[in-house]
């Protein structure tokens, strides 16, 4: 069987391509059955990776193993040597064309480049030094202890694929026990260092770039950063692509997931077709992508097919190299091979940990918590994997020195690979465990077990509901309530082994119980600004922005992110209006109002007219033009020379041209024609020009002055001043370019202090469940509660300054939100079969083709004048009669309120409130009929419109019962919205609709009085005003609330209660059999309830504003 034996590697004939494993079959070839291994292969691994599910490694080495086999076999068989020919053939190249872009790409994507960006020069430190230990010590080792006679060449190739870390292994297993995303991304990201670089230097030995003649240090170097920098390029532009197709509203997941993979595969071969590294390439393509440059839930799908081929690569690729050095000879391996492979093993790990040493005291002062903890873990994480084994076989390719055995170059690779795998991922595991890294701390188990006890409240109301229903009376409810509690053990730490029923609250510090929650509210920040983006709220590049700024901040010690922090947009804000500013100062205006004219005569108004023109503009414009071709001449030194009485002759035409342009604007202007930069401008170009011509003239009276011949030439080279008249010709356009970007700048900053105010918001609702201490749950508020209004003071301040830009950006808003709302309803018609699945696609299509024809939205609207915010009141419904009414019985627009209306006691604030034009203030005071005081601090020019309360009571007359009904129906929706607006999120409760269907409607309840709750026809019940007892439980409830789902019956405890009812979407009839209520648990705390009824305590009358900012103080 030696005819069919194969000898690892061919040597180089012309330019043949290199085979993987050797020489042609003696047989004819013919189509095997090599498709039919790879599937077995394929299937073989899924078996084995669902029975080892913990031991990924055991299933890649039975493979390897398998591999060998096989190997063997076709070694000793033509049969079988038949079936594997295919992959023998194959160039190495190809193999690592294959595979590794797929894999490289899930590894990058896996990254947060906000966390890698933060700690970039710490991983390039740590991958710079890993490189140098491995060139010096494991190059030494190899060519120490190795007796295969390998040269200095393929000593330095192996030492340097042997040093290669493994992106997705080397942080596997750290992954698996929830240590911080921080380190696994320092480890991920040093190793695609290493790799990018190891792979730029594979691919300048196999361009024989260093072979050339003219080959220098420096050449290599240049190549190296071209090589780089190209790549950073390409994989930069290619990612803009990819993240077009991914987030095409018109785009099916299926279609996405073909053309991102594609995409990913095209990247990596433009790469390396144009000489650069395809790897490195794709890290860019992966770092540039976050969870945002997806559509909603396409990336957990994308995500699935990335580690389903990267499994699936893997298997074949120990599997296929397996079989390359079954098919070797077996006289190769000896003894010595297995020593050689543990002395490898215990050097790559002592490289690996003398890299740590030697960085350590940089890491230690860097802005994450480095100790030495960290430094053991880490230092086990330099394990190898496929891009080691894919890049073996080119160090036989490239070597000077081909040697009897190449395959060893993959046996030990392989070997190394499997045992960094097994030894060094459980020594990761258990050094993180022994050392308390990935034990939860104190206050984070007392957040864990807040959760655990409020989702089992949750499951006892549960099934306290279900206990009312008829048909589980037979239920055995015990056994339910056994089955359904939860039981979680919360990691801890070690050295500080606390039992969790011992743990109190109360043991720990509010410091340490605040730093906590600052970390939690930081995640809800960064949850709600993504859910934001997704519903079409917040643009994408602000939700970056915020998710950025907020994991910037993560990691400094007792910081809570503030409206002001996130405010690089506000120094390049300043720095576009300085530069505008500027630009209007240069800008060039011809002010007519500057003429002077002398009664009849009529040479001087001539005179006035011809500079004032345009032609005489543009012929001063024609002048600097048609000088240029002079210019070149007289900075050619040939053609100068060759034509020096011309050009001379020329300068002096078009210096007398200047004097005559200067000499027309004088005469027009006198000494105003020096109040304007260019006019003088243009005269101390003339002045030059006069000056060069003198000095011309005294070289020709005295051609042995050096000094003067010099003075010549240097002014013969300040001519090129006359093209600088060309600015004014751009200045007009530069502005027109930076007023575009302000607005862009101002439409951006409003989008994210819009997003920060929502994201507090969305906080405050869930900091109950944070910690449960009050001291902590109030500092948490005051501390978002300041941090909201800082940022709503910024809207109003951001509205002032670019009013038809928010206009349009809050328009732009109301859009997509409204179009939102009709893409849910008709997902929910069809799933439910009343509009069928064709017609629910061209409607999806047509309202995905306005979300997108928002692209274009105009990028500034002007604001209404003052009548048309009449229009935008809700209970007036647009309503000519209505808005008429009020026309005539309010006060004109005002700057100001008459001093004598002015109340001189004092009084303090209690409540800020910031309000912005078109707000309404005062309508709770009118419709109780008592006043209430505000302290009004116009942060901008304010106009307000007054309708007095005798005159909001004459329409009450008038419109009776529907205007007030709806004066209160506005207020309970607002109220609801404000409060409870993640409860009401799938209700449609837009006010016309509620007016005109009774989706809701508002219930009165006087002192004493009493209501019956039934949930049949009352889906939730809200309190908006007053306060309320349950009949039954006799527990009190105070506005804003929703009713909890016990109660029953209700009766009013003030004088005056109101209450939203809000119906199910299909009403059913009333029954006998009443069922409760849901209940989100919500309610409004006695402290915030304070300054509700401070604010109705005073009569204010009715107004709407029209006003920039106003701050609204209430005592």
């Known amino acids: ?583 209007t100062s240069l800008e060039y205006h011809k002010d007519k109002a500057l003429f002077i004219l002398y009664g009849d005569n009529k040479f001087l108004l001539f005179v006035c007219h011809v500079v004032f023109s345009e032609e005489f503009e543009y012929a001063g414009h024609i002048i600097t033009v048609m000088y240029i071709y002079p210019m070149i001449m007289h900075l050619w030194p040939m053609a100068r020379e060759l034509n020096v009485s011309g050009l001379i002759s020329v300068n002096n035409y078009f210096v007398f041209l200047y004097i005559f342009q200067a000499a027309m604007k004088i005469i027009s202007l006198k000494r105003k024609y020096f109040h304007q930069y260019w006019n003088t401008l243009e005269f101390l170009i003339m002045l030059v020009g006069i000056i060069d011509i003198f000095c011309i003239y005294f070289v020709k009276l005295r051609p042995d002055n050096f000094a003067l011949i010099q003075m010549t030439v240097i002014l013969g080279y300040f001519r090129i001043i006359r093209f600088i008249p060309f600015i004014k010709l751009i200045i007009p356009l530069l502005i027109n370019i930076v007023d575009v970007q302000i607005k862009k700048r101002l439409r951006l900053m409003y989008s994210i202090t819009k997003g920060y105010v929502k994201s507090q918001e969305d906080t405050k609702l869930l900091i109950k469940q944070i910690s449960s201490r009050e001291s902590v749950y109030q500092k948490l508020y005051e501390i978002l509660e300041t941090n909201k209004r800082d940022a709503v003071k910024e809207l109003g301040l951001i509205e002032h300054e670019g009013r038809d830009v928010v206009i349009a950006l809050k328009t732009r808003q109301a859009i997509r939100r409204v179009i939102a709302k009709a893409l849910k309803n008709l997902t929910f018609l069809w799933s439910r079969g009343i509009i069928d699945k064709h017609e629910g696609i061209e409607m999806n299509k047509v309202f995905l083709a306005k979300i997108k024809a928002l692209n274009n939205f105009p990028m500034a609207i002007p604001p209404p004048t003052p009548d048309k915010y009449l229009h935008n009141i809700v209970w007036l419904e647009n309503k000519d009669v209505l808005i008429e009414f009020f026309k005539l019985h309010s006060s004109p627009p005002t700057f100001g309120i008459d001093s004598s209306l002015r109340s001189e006691r004092g009084s303090k604030s209690m409540f800020t409130e910031y309000c912005t034009s078109g707000d309404i203030i005062g309508e709770l005071s009118c419709l109780l009929k008592r006043e209430t005081e505000y302290t009004a601090i116009c942060e901008t020019i304010l106009q307000a419109c007054f309708i007095s309360l005798e005159d909001l009571y004459e329409g009450f007359d008038v419109f009776w019962p529907s205007l007030e009904y709806k004066i209160w129906l506005k207020f309970a929706l607002s109220v609801a919205y404000q409060y409870f607006e993640s409860s009401l999120i799938d209700e449609d409760l837009e006010f016309q609709k509620c007016v005109t269907f009774n989706l809701a409607y508002v219930e009165t309840l006087s002192s004493y009085n009493e209501m019956t709750i039934d949930n049949v026809t009352m889906k939730f019940v809200i309190i908006v005003y007053g306060s309320v007892i349950d009949t039954k439980t006799e527990v009190p409830y105070l506005a804003p609330c929703i009713l909890p789902k016990t109660c029953e019956q209700i009766q009013g405890t003030s004088d005056l209660s109101k209450l939203l009812v809000v119906q199910p979407s299909d009403p059913a009839k009333n029954t006998d059999d009443p069922k409760v209520m849901v209940s989100t648990g919500l309610r409004m705390s006695q402290r915030e309830y304070n300054w509700k009824r401070k604010y109705e305590e005073r009569n204010f009358p009715l107004s709407w504003n029209r006003s920039q900012t106003t701050r609204i103080q209430l005592p």
């Open 1 to 583: 069987m030696s005819n069919t034996n194969s000898s690892f590697w061919v040597h180089k004939e012309g330019h043949k391509p290199e085979l993987l494993c050797g020489s042609s079959a003696s047989y004819t070839v013919v189509n095997g059955h090599f498709i039919m291994l790879v599937c077995s292969t394929i299937i073989l691994g899924g078996f084995l990776k669902t029975l080892l599910k913990n031991s990924e490694v055991t299933v890649l080495m039975i493979l390897s193993l398998l591999g060998f086999v096989i190997g063997q076999l076709a070694h000793n068989s033509i049969e079988v040597h038949k079936i594997v020919y295919p992959l023998l053939k194959t160039p190495s190249y190809s193999l690592y064309c294959y595979f590794s872009p797929m894999i490289i790409f899930m590894a990058a994507l896996d990254v947060d480049f906000c966390i890698l960006k933060n700690v970039f020069w710490q991983v390039l430190l740590i991958g710079l030094v890993s490189l140098l230990m491995t060139f010096i010590i494991l190059g030494y080792v190899v060519l120490k202890f190795n007796k295969d006679l390998w040269d200095l060449q393929s000593s330095i190739l192996f030492s340097m694929i042997v040093g290669m870390t493994d992106p997705v292994h080397s942080v596997n297993s750290l992954k698996t026990i929830g240590i911080s995303k921080t380190y696994t991304d320092i480890i991920r990201g040093e190793s695609m260092i290493i790799c990018g670089f190891t792979s730029i230097c594979f691919g300048v030995f196999r361009s024989d770039f260093l072979h050339i003649s003219m080959f220098t240090e420096f050449r290599v170097i240049l190549g190296l950063c071209l090589d780089i920098l190209g790549s950073i390029i390409c994989g930069y532009s290619c990612s803009r692509i990819i993240q077009f197709i991914l987030t095409d509203l018109f785009s099916n997941t299926l279609t996405s997931i073909i053309l991102c993979i594609s995409m990913v595969y095209m990247t990596f071969y433009i790469g390396e077709s144009f000489g650069m590294s395809g790897m490195i390439a794709l890290v860019t393509v992966g770092l540039n992508f976050d969870s945002l440059s997806f559509k909603p839930r396409i990336e957990v799908t994308i995500t699935k097919f990335l580690i389903m081929f990267s499994s699936v690569y893997q298997q074949l690729i120990y599997t296929f190299f397996g079989i390359v050095i079954g098919c070797g000879e077996t006289k190769y391996l000896r003894f010595h091979t297995v020593v050689f492979m543990l002395i490898l093993f215990a050097t790559v790990n002592f490289v690996r940990l003398l890299t740590i040493v030697l960085v350590s005291p940089l890491l230690t002062h860097a802005n994450y918590e480095y100790n030495w903890r960290w430094g053991i873990v880490i230092a086990w994480s330099g394990i190898k994997g496929i891009f080691s084994l894919l890049l073996a076989p080119d160090i036989h390719n490239l070597a000077d020195q081909k040697v009897e055995s190449p395959q060893l170059f993959i046996l030990y690779v392989q070997g190394i690979s499997l045992m960094t795998m097994g030894i060094n991922s459980y020594m990761m595991a258990h050094s993180a465990r022994t050392l308390g890294l990935c034990a939860t701390s104190l206050p984070r188990q007392m957040a864990i077990q807040n959760a655990i006890k409020h989702i089992q409240e949750i499951i006892q109301n549960t099934i306290t509901l279900f206990k009312t229903e008829k048909v589980l009376t037979n239920v055995n409810w015990t056994l339910v309530e056994e089955k359904t509690k939860i039981e979680y053990i919360i990691p801890s730490d070690a050295y500080n082994n606390v039992s969790h029923d011992d743990i109190e609250e109360e043991s720990l510090t509010e410091e340490v119980l605040i730093e906590e929650a600052r970390l939690h509210v930081a995640i809800i920040q960064m949850s709600s600004f993504e859910k934001q983006c997704n519903d079409g709220i917040l643009s994408v590049e602000a939700a970056r922005i915020l998710i950025s700024a907020t994991k910037s901040f993560c990691p400094i010690q007792g910081k809570f992110m503030s409206i002001y922090d996130v405010s690089t947009y506000v120094r390049a804000r300043s720095w576009l209006i300085k530069f505008k500013n500027m630009l």
